[in-house]
């Protein structure tokens, strides 16, 4: 079993930057691929992020590729996502998975989620 608990959202400026963090229980953290996927308003969840075990892989969605960066702490436990130069667009519930295996695009991939951060860019 493991817990994840998002946190770093919040409201910012379209251009601003934030740092989202998700902490997880257990220790076997070092164990498990980890991703991050949004959910905008009324849309479906969608991959974000993701990295390998290691973390020497990493993978990103086109919208957010060299904005957004993605990192692991096997130590404290902790996968980040760093975003940087944010659009209204990205305005979403920011959701964190831990996957054993099976495509980091896809949510059936994930067996643990967090329960979302909200970060909202204003233009």
């Known amino acids: 079993q493991v817990q994840l608990v998002e946190s770093g959202g919040g409201l910012v400026q379209a251009g601003g930057s934030l740092r989202l963090s998700c902490a997880a229980s257990g220790r076997t953290f070092s164990s498990y691929r980890m991703g991050w996927f949004r959910q905008p308003p009324g849309k479906e969840r969608e991959f974000v992020a993701g990295i390998s075990r290691s973390g020497s892989s990493t993978y990103y969605a086109d919208s957010v590729k060299g904005r957004f960066t993605i990192s692991r702490d096997n130590v404290k436990n902790t996968v980040y996502l760093q975003m940087n130069s944010l659009k209204p667009e990205d305005t979403a519930v920011y959701y964190c998975?831990?996957?054993?295996?099976?495509?980091?695009?896809?949510?059936?991939?994930?067996?643990?989620w967090g329960q979302g951060a909200q970060v909202t860019v204003s233009s």
């Open positions: 998975g831990a996957s054993t295996g099976g495509s980091y695009y896809y949510t059936d991939s994930y067996t643990y």
